[in-house]
């Protein structure tokens, strides 16, 4: 089912403007640029859970979530121990080998994003509905009906290991479709990061006052190319990215790390999950990476995005706004 715009703006902030069809002004990119978009296909959709106890979930249900789908999936399939998946000639019809081992074998990240906003309170108390939303990426939008079966058993088996049992109430399709990016001119930009997000530099994450636009371009240059490579069937011949910025400075950082740890039940120990929040803006030649950012207001980036980290959305300044057409 096709949300209005306003929905599609909640869900993926930009998508309003930069989906298929509503009058949207094609961008100044070449044929070969503009290939890349058409063929990064993506699904998204939300599901409506309603806890059925009361139970502790912590912030961020991401990490439950993921971990209840990986679950079942495998059990549905063959419950054989994922690192047995590179031998097992049932890979190609596989749901939990393609969303789930090919990250395991360190051969791509995982084409998935699990979207559950942040919740003020840790606990869920009985008949307290919840929602999350996933986005497909590539070949995987062909699993959704896979996954929409496979969370009917999530709820039935409940999360964190079957401490939470939930009902499943609906589900629905609010996008399915590829990005066709609108002409955007800006000088200035601002990324508001809504859920931990984690870039490494020099084998450390990126603190306070540390974070800068060639960073962040590397990090989502690096998560789109391997996404389409890996999912979408593209080579490396089909990638044209704009250069590495240069003249792109930060003018104002209010970003701030948040602490995050999250308990494992597979690996039976806590996880950092902490990162950057808050907002930051960068001033300079930013109109060629602005199709590239606008996909990763969905894709999300830096590490942990399948757990719905690195969650932001880009707000080009009012002055900038100008047609390239006009």
């Given at each position: 089912m096709m949300r209005p715009d306003s929905a599609l703006a909640e869900t993926a902030p930009g998508l309003a403007r930069l989906g298929k069809g509503g009058g949207a002004h094609p961008t100044a990119l070449t044929a070969q640029e503009a290939a890349f978009f058409t063929r990064f296909p993506f699904l998204i959709a939300r599901f409506v859970f309603q806890a059925q106890r009361a139970g502790r979930l912590g912030p961020y249900l991401g990490p439950a979530i993921r971990g209840a789908l990986g679950e079942v999936l495998l059990a549905q399939q063959c419950g054989v121990d994922?690192?047995?998946?590179?031998?097992?000639?049932?890979?190609?019809?596989?749901?939990?080998?393609?969303?789930?081992?090919?990250?395991?074998?360190?051969?791509?990240?995982?084409?998935?994003?699990?979207?559950?906003?942040?919740?003020?309170?840790?606990?869920?108390?009985?008949?307290?509905?919840?929602?999350?939303?996933?986005?497909?990426?590539?070949?995987?939008?062909?699993?959704?009906?896979?996954?929409?079966?496979?969370?009917?058993?999530?709820?039935?088996?409940?999360?964190?290991?079957?401490?939470?049992?939930?009902?499943?109430?609906?589900?629905?399709?609010?996008?399915?479709?590829?990005?066709?990016?609108?002409?955007?001119?800006?000088?200035s930009i601002t990324f508001e990061f809504l859920t931990p997000m984690r870039i490494k530099a020099d084998s450390r994450f990126l603190g306070k006052g540390e974070l800068d636009f060639a960073s962040l371009w590397h990090r989502l240059r690096g998560r789109l190319k391997s996404i389409g490579e890996f999912h979408c069937g593209l080579r490396p011949g089909d990638f044209f990215f704009p250069s590495p910025p240069k003249n792109v400075a930060v003018v104002h950082d209010s970003l701030r790390w948040v602490h995050l740890e999250h308990y494992s039940f597979y690996q039976r120990q806590r996880n950092s999950l902490g990162g950057l929040m808050g907002t930051i803006t960068f001033a300079g030649e930013i109109g060629p990476y602005l199709p590239y950012l606008r996909l990763g207001e969905i894709t999300h980036v830096g590490s942990g995005c399948a757990y719905g980290l690195g969650k932001y959305k880009v707000i080009v300044t009012e002055d900038s706004n100008e047609r390239l057409d006009q």
């Amino acid at each position: 089912m096709m949300r209005p715009d306003s929905a599609l703006a909640e869900t993926a902030p930009g998508l309003a403007r930069l989906g298929k069809g509503g009058g949207a002004h094609p961008t100044a990119l070449t044929a070969q640029e503009a290939a890349f978009f058409t063929r990064f296909p993506f699904l998204i959709a939300r599901f409506v859970f309603q806890a059925q106890r009361a139970g502790r979930l912590g912030p961020y249900l991401g990490p439950a979530i993921r971990g209840a789908l990986g679950e079942v999936l495998l059990a549905q399939q063959c419950g054989v121990d994922p690192l047995s998946c590179g031998i097992c000639e049932e890979i190609p019809y596989c749901a939990f080998r393609c969303l789930f081992a090919d990250e395991s074998l360190d051969q791509g990240p995982a084409p998935f994003v699990i979207d559950a906003p942040p919740r003020q309170s840790p606990t869920l108390d009985a008949g307290t509905t919840f929602s999350f939303r996933v986005s497909l990426f590539g070949q995987s939008v062909a699993l959704f009906p896979a996954i929409l079966r496979a969370f009917g058993e999530v709820a039935v088996r409940g999360l964190q290991k079957g401490k939470l049992p939930c009902r499943f109430l609906h589900a629905e399709e609010i996008y399915q479709g590829t990005l066709t990016p609108v002409a955007e001119l800006g000088s200035s930009i601002t990324f508001e990061f809504l859920t931990p997000m984690r870039i490494k530099a020099d084998s450390r994450f990126l603190g306070k006052g540390e974070l800068d636009f060639a960073s962040l371009w590397h990090r989502l240059r690096g998560r789109l190319k391997s996404i389409g490579e890996f999912h979408c069937g593209l080579r490396p011949g089909d990638f044209f990215f704009p250069s590495p910025p240069k003249n792109v400075a930060v003018v104002h950082d209010s970003l701030r790390w948040v602490h995050l740890e999250h308990y494992s039940f597979y690996q039976r120990q806590r996880n950092s999950l902490g990162g950057l929040m808050g907002t930051i803006t960068f001033a300079g030649e930013i109109g060629p990476y602005l199709p590239y950012l606008r996909l990763g207001e969905i894709t999300h980036v830096g590490s942990g995005c399948a757990y719905g980290l690195g969650k932001y959305k880009v707000i080009v300044t009012e002055d900038s706004n100008e047609r390239l057409d006009q």
